[in-house]
C-alpha cells in the first residue's frame, strides 16, 4: 500500500449560470476594478488515499468526485496527482 | 396511515411536518436518520432544514445516511415519499426525482409567500386540490433553483413529471427552469417540493393550502391499500 494525494477541482458546467460568480462580478466596480469578465467560482478538494498503486487510488478518487464532489447534472470535475499541482501549504 | 418523517442532523421542519401529517389524520412517527429501517410507513417525508449543514452541497451528504438505503428501498416497492425543500434537495442528490437545485439565482436565501399553479390534480400528491386551484405556500431556502438540461426537462414535462409550478403573482423566487416548483418520479411515488406545505397547514399560521398535498397523500395511501387488498 501507498499514499497518493490528490486534488479534484469542481466547476459549473460551462454555459450554466454560475449566481457566486455573477455575484463576485457584480462587486468589482466597487472595488474600483474594471476589465474583469467570465468570473466562475468553483471548488477544490485535496486528498490523500491508501491504495496499492496510484491506478487504484485514482479510481477511488475518480468514483468519490463523480458520486460525492461534484453533480454531475450541473457541474464538471478535474482530478490530478497532487505532484502535478501546485498544492497549498 | 402510517407517516414517517426522518430526522437528519440540521432537520429543522421535522416537527412541523409531522404535525401537518397528523392534522391530515395520519399515524406519524419521526425516523432517526442512522436508522436502516423505516418501520413499516405508509409515506416517508424528508423534512426541510440544513441536513448535516449543507455541506459540500445541499443534501448530498445526507443521501450517504443509514436511512435513505430504506428510503430508496420503500421508493422501490411503490412506497411514497415527499421530500420538501431540504428534502427535495436530499432526493434530487440521490437521483430518486430529476434534476439538481442551485444556488437561487437571485444570489439571496428567499423566504416568503409564494403561490403554485398545481398543473396536475390526478397525480398522488395533488388529488385533494380542487382543479384550476392554487396554492399559497411559503418558500425557505437558499438553493432551489431547479436545473435540468433543456432535453430533459422536454422529457420530464411530456411525462407529466411537473406538479408544482411558481405563478403569479409573486412569480418564480429563484430562477427555477420553467418556474418548476414540485417535480414527482417516473413511478409517480416520489415527489419533491420546494415550498412548505406543512408550513401552511392551518389557518392560523396564514394559509390552509398545504393541508391539500397531505389530504391528497392520505387518501392515496387508502386508494393503494384498496388495490393491494383486492389484488
Not at chain 1, 6 to 19: A, E, N, R, T, Y
Not at chain 1, 58 to 73: C, D, G, T
Not at chain 2, 21 to 30: C, S
Not at chain 2, 206 to 220: P, Q, T, Y
Request: hydrophobic content about 45%.
Amino acid at each position: 500500500m501507498s499514499s497518493h494525494r490528490f486534488v479534484v477541482s469542481v466547476m459549473p458546467k460551462p454555459g450554466i449560470l454560475d449566481p457566486q460568480g455573477r455575484a463576485v462580478e457584480q462587486s468589482l466596480p466597487h472595488l474600483d476594478i474594471s476589465g474583469v469578465t467570465d468570473v466562475r467560482v468553483g471548488r477544490r478538494v485535496e486528498l490523500t488515499v491508501e491504495a496499492p498503486d496510484m491506478l487504484a487510488a485514482r479510481a477511488v478518487v475518480e468514483r468519490l468526485a463523480s458520486e460525492v464532489f461534484a453533480n454531475p447534472i450541473i457541474e464538471t470535475w478535474e482530478v490530478a496527482p497532487a505532484s502535478l499541482v501546485a498544492v497549498a501549504g | 396511515m402510517k407517516v414517517g418523517v426522518v430526522v437528519f442532523p440540521g432537520s429543522n421542519c421535522d416537527r412541523d411536518a409531522l404535525h401537518a401529517a397528523r392534522l391530515a389524520g395520519a399515524e406519524v412517527e419521526l425516523l432517526w436518520h442512522e436508522s436502516p429501517d423505516v418501520r413499516g410507513v405508509d409515506l416517508i417525508v424528508l423534512p426541510g432544514g440544513f441536513a448535516y449543514g449543507d455541506y459540500l452541497r445541499a443534501g448530498v451528504l445526507a443521501r450517504f445516511s443509514p436511512i435513505m438505503g430504506a428510503v430508496r428501498e420503500h421508493a422501490a416497492a411503490g412506497g411514497f415519499v415527499l421530500g420538501i425543500c431540504n428534502g427535495f434537495q436530499v432526493l434530487a442528490e440521490a437521483g430518486l426525482v430529476p434534476g439538481a437545485l442551485r444556488r437561487n439565482s437571485t444570489l439571496r436565501f428567499e423566504h416568503r409567500w409564494v403561490r403554485l399553479a398545481v398543473e396536475r390534480t390526478d397525480s398522488a400528491f395533488t388529488r385533494a386540490v380542487p382543479a384550476g386551484r392554487t396554492l399559497r405556500l411559503p418558500v425557505a431556502h437558499g438553493e432551489g433553483n431547479y436545473f435540468l438540461p433543456d432535453a430533459d426537462l422536454d422529457v420530464l414535462e411530456a411525462r407529466g413529471g411537473v406538479l408544482f409550478r411558481y405563478t403569479a403573482p409573486e412569480g418564480n423566487p429563484n430562477g427555477s427552469a420553467r418556474d418548476i416548483a414540485g417535480v414527482v418520479d417516473a413511478g409517480g411515488r416520489v415527489c419533491g417540493l420546494m415550498p412548505h406545505p406543512e408550513r401552511a397547514a392551518e389557518a392560523v399560521l396564514g394559509s390552509e393550502d398545504g393541508m391539500l398535498v397531505f389530504r391528497s397523500l392520505v387518501e392515496s395511501v387508502a386508494i393503494s391499500r384498496r388495490a393491494l387488498s383486492v389484488a
